[in-house]
């Protein structure tokens, strides 16, 4: 039998190509380009403004107060605000920073919207699917193209946040290894919300509908985090969220636990949008698709 790596790859291209198409690829990064550009131009800037900013007050005189400051006040931060006083604590406020939250959201919507309603709306879908292109061919490829861009969005991210915390006013007094955890915990919630996303939109024909349902459960699962934070015998309410696993901030310790952390936090969320993408998927290859209009 011939083992020669042409003979395996052409063994290999038919096996592959009813789960990826090279043309959808590049056509997705095309959709994405201007996205994924302001992002990256967005998040590769913002470490730099946010700690400096943050250098600018000396917190050395509100270390002892905000030790008095009672610890259901405390839950708001999910960390003490001792901590969050410190360099570490307030360059890991960065991660829950609307600039960043907002952003992956925006992102994981904004693709998993345009995934299969987005196009059916457009009437590009049934354009496409009338090439040789099958629909798992079509679901897989959008969805690797949207995890390789979060992928790539956080890569820039943590540089940013290395480069700032090891070049920065706070250099030499915080080590910037300890902020990988949290950056991982950025890139889970995006699959997850990413992964909810594709599944609405891959059982919806309208874009603005499955946005709307999205957005609906991402203020719902902001709420469920703060009643099961605040009130104590509805804490189970919290694990409903999402949000319940991304804590970025508690992902900082100098001690290490924070990739302990970051492992159960994101194997929950992956695991979630892991889940939904498949879901979605075995609802679009069986549904019908509406004509374009």
């Given at each position: 039998?011939d083992?020669?790596?042409?003979?395996?790859?052409?063994?290999?291209?038919p096996?592959?190509?009813?789960?990826?198409?090279?043309?959808i690829?590049?056509?997705?990064?095309?959709?994405?380009?201007?996205?994924?550009?302001?992002?990256?131009?967005?998040?590769?800037?913002?470490?730099?403004?946010?700690?400096?900013?943050?250098?600018?007050?000396?917190?050395?005189?509100?270390?002892g107060?905000?030790?008095f400051?009672?610890?259901d006040?405390?839950?708001l931060?999910?960390?003490?605000?001792?901590?969050?006083?410190?360099?570490?604590g307030?360059v890991?406020?960065?991660?829950?920073?609307?600039?960043?939250?907002l952003?992956?959201?925006?992102?994981?919507?904004?693709?998993?919207?345009?995934?299969?309603?987005?196009?059916?709306?457009?009437?590009?879908?049934?354009?496409?699917?009338?090439?040789?292109?099958?629909?798992?061919a079509f679901?897989?490829?959008?969805?690797?193209?949207?995890?390789?861009?979060?992928?790539l969005?956080?890569a820039?991210l943590?540089?940013?946040?290395?480069?700032?915390?090891?070049?920065?006013?706070?250099?030499?007094?915080?080590?910037p290894?300890?902020?990988?955890?949290?950056?991982?915990?950025?890139?889970?919630?995006?699959?997850?919300?990413?992964?909810l996303?594709?599944?609405?939109?891959?059982a919806?024909?309208?874009?603005s509908?499955?946005?709307?349902?999205?957005?609906?459960?991402?203020?719902?699962?902001?709420?469920?985090?703060l009643?099961?934070r605040?009130?104590?015998r509805?804490?189970?309410?919290?694990?409903?969220?999402?949000?319940s696993?991304?804590?970025?901030?508690?992902?900082?310790g100098a001690?290490?636990?924070?990739w302990?952390?970051?492992a159960?936090?994101?194997?929950?969320?992956?695991?979630?949008?892991?889940?939904?993408?498949v879901?979605?998927?075995?609802i679009?290859?069986?549904?019908?698709?509406?004509?374009?209009?």
């Open positions: 039998m083992r020669s790596p042409p003979a395996i790859a052409a063994v290999a291209a096996l592959l190509s009813g789960w990826y198409n090279d043309a690829w590049r056509k997705t990064w095309g959709d994405q380009r201007v996205l994924v550009v302001s992002l990256i131009a967005l998040w590769a800037v913002f470490p730099w403004l946010f700690i400096w900013l943050s250098a600018q007050i000396d917190m050395t005189a509100f270390q107060l905000l030790s400051i009672p610890k006040w405390q839950k931060s999910g960390v003490p605000f001792a901590e969050v006083a410190t360099p570490a307030r890991a406020l960065a991660f829950v920073d609307p600039v960043v939250v952003a992956a959201t925006v992102f994981a919507i904004t693709r998993g919207s345009d995934a299969v309603s987005g196009q059916v709306e457009r009437g590009t879908l049934e354009m496409i699917l009338a090439q040789p292109v099958t629909r798992t679901y897989v490829t959008q969805a690797l193209a949207t995890v390789a861009a979060a992928g969005l956080c820039v943590l540089a940013g946040v290395w480069s700032a915390v090891a070049l920065g006013p706070w250099a030499g007094e915080v080590e290894s300890r902020f990988v955890p949290a950056v991982a915990n950025v890139f889970g919630l995006i699959v997850c919300i990413a992964g996303t594709t599944c609405v939109s891959a919806d024909s309208y874009r509908r499955t946005i709307g349902i999205l957005c609906g459960g991402y203020v719902l699962s902001l709420l469920a985090k009643v099961g605040f009130v104590g509805f804490e189970w309410v919290g694990w409903l969220s999402i949000f696993v991304y804590e970025p901030q508690r992902l900082v001690d290490g636990s924070g302990g952390l970051v159960r936090y994101d194997g929950l969320l992956l695991g979630i949008g892991l889940v939904a993408y879901i979605g998927g075995l679009f290859v069986r549904r019908d698709l509406p004509a374009p209009l």
